[in-house]
């Protein structure tokens, strides 16, 4: 997977923290801005620097899975796009999976497919190792030391991210109380399967609490290997999933693409209804309502290649 980004800076809430290797007093004062405005727990570490720095790895480790567990893209994720606080920001060319394909790519600037929806866990780790390298000066006056020191902190990322997702995806299938080692065998299992079909990513995941009520012909339908999903599926019953604790993780309602390139182009005529509608309809997305049936439907089948700008 690629993930080669050029910029080498991260934005700050409304500062830019630049690489200051030459202006360690200037760093320090951004540092300590960021600790006082997002990570005030840092303050008090012994080395409240590698405590920010472990902080934001976190922050970004949770908040990416988090991206990947409902299938958003963000679509542009160079270092200036990529926040202290651990929040989403620069909302240009972000779009939500439709069928589901880790390849997955909406940017129009994005022609080697970098920020694809499967790279993004890998973009961020390489990302926050350019915050690494614009912190050494304040995590040791040895580089040698810092550099050792950063890469241990930077470490954690996989494996704080991995526990993340796997806890979601647990979740999603409703299996937080099944054996872990179970509900990751069939997580994995299943991914190939939804990706042979195309299948559509939101749908499938509230479709799947509907199975879990007995019902699961409104699953099957999404696949072109019957007997592959009528085999997980049985697995996965097996293990005895919980529906309504799906039903608070899954949503009905996520901006599906052609539903927002609908809103934007009513609303450069002059009518914010649609805009206005379908706010109502994510607003509120697990839970569905009488009148918004349309907002929880998969694309059309000849919509083809959505395409996201920056300037969106």
């Not at 200037?26 to 005030?40: G, K, N, S, T």
């Not at 790519?105 to 690494?132: C, K, M, T």
Request: with cysteine.
């Amino acid at each position: 997977m690629l993930a080669r980004v050029a910029s080498s800076h991260l934005r700050v809430g409304t500062f830019q923290l630049v690489r200051a290797m030459d202006d360690p007093a200037l760093l320090r004062r951004v540092a300590d801005h960021a600790i006082e405005r997002h990570h005030p727990d840092a303050a008090g570490q012994e080395q409240p620097y590698l405590a920010l720095y472990r902080a934001v790895i976190s922050a970004q480790a949770r908040l990416v899975a988090r991206w990947m567990l409902v299938g958003f893209v963000h679509g542009v994720m160079n270092t200036d796009n990529m926040t202290i606080s651990g929040e989403t920001i620069d909302y240009g060319p972000c779009a939500f999976l439709g069928a589901f394909d880790p390849a997955t790519v909406f940017s129009s600037i994005d022609h080697g497919g970098r920020y694809a929806y499967a790279n993004q866990p890998v973009v961020a780790e390489w990302n926050l190792a350019r915050l690494g390298e614009a912190l050494l000066p304040l995590l040791d006056d040895d580089t040698d030391r810092a550099v050792a020191t950063a890469s241990e902190a930077l470490g954690s990322f996989r494996p704080e991210y991995s526990a993340a997702w796997s806890a979601g995806m647990r979740a999603k299938l409703g299996l937080a109380s099944a054996p872990p080692s179970d509900a990751d065998r069939v997580c994995d299992q299943l991914l190939p399967l939804l990706q042979a079909s195309r299948v559509d990513h939101t749908s499938f995941w509230r479709r799947l609490g509907t199975a879990a009520r007995g019902d699961a012909e409104p699953v099957r339908e999404l696949f072109l290997d019957l007997p592959a999903v009528d085999a997980w599926l049985d697995a996965w019953r097996a293990l005895r999933p919980e529906p309504d604790a799906m039903d608070r993780v899954n949503p009905v309602h996520v901006p599906r693409n052609h539903l927002v390139e609908e809103a934007l182009e009513a609303a450069t005529a002059g009518d914010l209804a649609p805009v206005r509608r379908l706010l109502e309809a994510v607003r509120q997305p697990f839970e569905p309502r009488p009148g918004l049936e349309r907002y929880a439907e998969p694309p059309p089948d000849d919509l083809g290649r959505y395409v996201t700008y920056c300037g969106t």
